[in-house]
């Protein structure tokens, strides 16, 4: 077998507004050191997949971006319009499987931040030897606290592996938590963050599309004829005009029984929202976090995010303060799940839009 | 007799930080609509004192801004070093009686706002006729709320006017009050802000330097001896390497028994503060103000300023949140009385001095 990487660059990241704008999201941007999220997703993979065995999925928009943080020789394959994770996943494996009927695909959301290198590919590796028994692998985080913004995963019999890393059947899918229930799940020990990364045999995952997608898979062999030809360009705006906006845990891996999931070692961080900061840089004595030039009296618990220039405090605490070009952001720590609607409000603006 | 202006612009303005910086304070921003207070005071005494009846004080290192901001045929006279409020006047009293032994002198800080300006030139003018009788007059605005950040006069027994605007015996300068000494104040309705606003004739004012500040007032007339000569640079660091830094309420008016009292009845605002935006600016329905884009969801009390882009808030309440050149201010609105050590902090800070 072959192993390909597919990185997933559809992300809108709202939540990262003002760095992150409609024309440059979250993972085209430097949240951490000087290289964006999808630079550091190739790099991470790298060693098991080399530049030429990486493909990169987005909706056209991106073109620019992407070129200019990737170079000229990266494979790139666009979608007229993002269309949630299924269509992309289904996209990329008729891409896979005209070139290699053979391969395996491991599927990596861009966006993530995953700092233990090692441990990652070794978690790769196993879910590659799962993959090469037709099985459909996701792969699972150990939660460190009872998080309600993630999906779980109730683990079921060891299948593989020891220590730190193991191989189980799927017991079941579970949708984002109660606090309470995220408790119970952080306690009971079986159960796994839902990380979005996935690794499987191109024909494995395509049989599930004919299962459980039966018309999108019709459109996407139909497209499939048509790769390399002149009409390719033609069938792709086709394959999208009627292609659901689904992600592939709801439309495939919640139904298929063929299903494993690899619960890794490795650190991971999905870097939902400008708290994210606070697992990645060390606070001063009064709690603040901070990327830039940051001073502060009197303030505490705060994260402070400046493209450039100084951010200055005054006896304020708990709030997100972001300068990103032409926009200042401040915002309560607690608030940050509504960053939509306040996007919302500046869409509305009579100037605002120009400032998404 | 002749009136001349003195406007004074010596002030820090560190509370306007970042808008003011070291070298551009308060006094020369535009903090409402396209003048700086600078020029706003210079036009509003100009149907009393035009151009040429108008001397600007200050120090020497505001030269090029007020070149820039009055033109080149303002009449300056920088100061060696800023050394509070009575060696300025006593400079321009020196200044002015060589012009013209019989001035009049108005005195006016040069970042105050009066928007009503016919109401103002009243005042001066009715001060003005107290001034031919010898005395230094103070003028006092009316207290519209229990301010403990201005000194107050209490005022004597009224000796001419009517209706809103009146002349009075002074009976006492008062300082800085508690907030229930303030409050006892405003009910009692004889006490009125010292607003830092003068106008005597020069040769009153310089014998009352003569009699209370003997030393300087020696100084200042053999300053006198060197005006237009080869000397006078000389002569003027070695009156200021000597100077008391003192206001002058306390080196003269607090002692002189020839003082009066205009109660006018303009508007006033020392612009003491961001929070002085909140008595110019219509807020919004959830009590924001805003100068510049400002777009919130589910924030109130605001006060927002910023000279380009956008500031956006989210589920804040009572903060000031300034954005100005290279620095973004936010700050509890009550806390805004530490902004001196602030700045402190970022002065000691690595890199932070440059951005003061």
């Known amino acids: 077998m072959s192993l390909y990487a597919v990185i997933l660059?559809?992300?809108?990241?709202?939540?990262?507004?003002?760095?992150?704008?409609?024309?440059?999201?979250?993972?085209?941007?430097?949240?951490?050191?000087?290289?964006?999220?999808?630079?550091?997703?190739?790099?991470?993979?790298?060693?098991?997949?080399?530049?030429?065995?990486?493909?990169?999925?987005?909706?056209?928009?991106?073109?620019?971006?992407?070129?200019?943080?990737?170079?000229?020789?990266?494979?790139?394959?666009?979608?007229?319009?993002?269309?949630?994770?299924?269509?992309?996943?289904?996209?990329?494996?008729?891409?896979?499987?005209?070139?290699?009927?053979?391969?395996?695909?491991?599927?990596?959301?861009?966006?993530?931040?995953?700092?233990?290198?090692?441990?990652?590919?070794?978690?790769?590796?196993?879910?590659?030897?799962?993959?090469?028994?037709?099985?459909?692998?996701?792969f699972g985080i150990r939660p460190d606290r009872p998080d309600t913004g993630y999906g779980y995963i109730q683990l079921g019999r060891k299948t593989a592996g020891k220590a730190r890393l193991t191989a189980h059947r799927v017991q079941a899918f579970k949708e984002k938590p109660s606090p309470a229930r995220a408790r119970a799940y952080l306690a009971a020990g079986n159960y796994v963050w839902n990380s979005g990364m996935f690794i499987w045999r191109v024909d494995a995952i395509l049989a599930a599309f004919r299962e459980f997608m039966p018309e999108f898979h019709a459109k996407l062999e139909e497209f499939a004829t048509a790769i390399g030809t002149r009409r390719e360009k033609q069938a792709l705006a086709h394959l999208y005009r009627g292609a659901p906006s689904i992600s592939i845990d709801y439309a495939v891996m919640e139904k298929a029984d063929n299903v494993a999931c690899v619960r890794g070692a490795?650190?991971?961080d999905d870097v939902g929202s400008w708290l994210a900061l606070v697992r990645h840089i060390k606070p001063d004595s009064a709690g603040n976090v901070a990327s830039g030039l940051f001073v502060s009296k009197d303030s505490t618990n705060c994260v402070a995010d400046s493209d450039s220039g100084i951010v200055a405090a005054l006896g304020v605490k708990n709030l997100v303060i972001v300068r990103a070009g032409d926009a200042v952001l401040v915002a309560d720590r607690k608030r940050l799940g509504q960053m939509k609607q306040l996007l919302a409000e500046i869409a509305g603006h009579a100037v605002g839009g120009r400032h998404l």
Chains 1, 2 share one sequence.
């Not at 050191?33 to 990486?54: F, H, V, Y």
């Not at 269509?87 to 005209?98: H, S």
């Not at 391969?103 to 959301?109: D, G, H, I």
Request: charged share 25%; aromatic share 8%; glycine share 8%.
């Open 266 to 268: 490795f650190d991971w």
């Open 9 to 138: 660059c559809g992300g809108r990241g709202e939540r990262f507004w003002p760095k992150s704008r409609r024309t440059l999201p979250k993972q085209f941007i430097a949240l951490f050191g000087r290289n964006s999220l999808t630079q550091e997703t190739s790099a991470r993979i790298r060693p098991l997949c080399p530049p030429e065995r990486q493909l990169f999925v987005a909706p056209a928009e991106f073109e620019v971006v992407l070129r200019r943080q990737l170079g000229p020789r990266a494979c790139l394959a666009f979608e007229p319009v993002g269309r949630n994770t299924a269509p992309a996943i289904g996209l990329a494996a008729v891409y896979l499987q005209r070139q290699d009927p053979d391969s395996t695909m491991v599927v990596l959301p861009a966006d993530h931040l995953i700092e233990d290198r090692p441990g990652f590919l070794k978690a790769v590796r196993m879910g590659a030897q799962l993959a090469q028994q037709g099985l459909l692998v996701t």
